[in-house]
């Protein structure tokens, strides 16, 4: 079977991922939320965000780990004005994502993908995708082998394939 190609691999070490949970579902958390962690010159790599059925809202975001305590405090300040929700943080972070062309019309490419990692044991913390790529934060020392995995599943720039 012909494996699909990339444009590449994208790696984003040293991070912290932040859980937001039990948000009140609500227009104008987000906006307030992010520009709040912009305002003190955090930027955040990653956003993952889902609303349950109970209408309650979970962010997930993924910010350098030496904004961890800076961000904390941002929500925490902002805990009261967007619904007291929980904060769970998880740090040695990292985040692969894969990109190229033409993935909005080609099968496979996310399953392809959670599985080349599920084939190294690497557990997925959270996805994140757009037209042009697919990101998984997963445990910094899972890195090596992810890009192994990815490596062994697609056909990479420079891979030999």
Do not use: W, Y
């Not at 889902?50 to 941002?74: H, P, R, T, W």
Request: hydrophobic share 40%; charged share 15%; glycine share 10%.
């Amino acid at each position: 079977m012909k494996k699909i190609k990339l444009g590449g691999i994208i790696e984003h070490t040293d991070l912290s991922l932040i859980s937001i949970e039990n948000i009140p579902d609500r227009p104008g958390i987000a906006g307030l939320t992010f520009l709040a962690l912009s305002h003190r010159g955090i930027n955040v790599e990653f956003i993952m965000h889902c609303l349950n059925q109970k209408g309650e809202s979970q962010v997930i975001l993924c910010i350098s780990q030496s904004n961890s305590d800076e961000a904390l405090a941002v929500l925490h300040e902002l805990k009261p004005r967007i619904g007291n929700p929980d904060l769970f943080v998880n740090t040695d972070i990292a985040v692969i994502s894969i990109f190229g062309p033409h993935f909005r019309e080609r099968p496979g490419i996310a399953g392809t993908f959670f599985s080349a990692l599920n084939s190294k044991g690497i557990n997925i913390m959270a996805i994140s995708t757009s037209i042009s790529t697919c990101s998984c934060v997963i445990r910094s020392s899972d890195l090596p082998a992810a890009v192994e995995a990815v490596g062994e599943a697609f056909a990479i720039p420079g891979g030999g394939e």
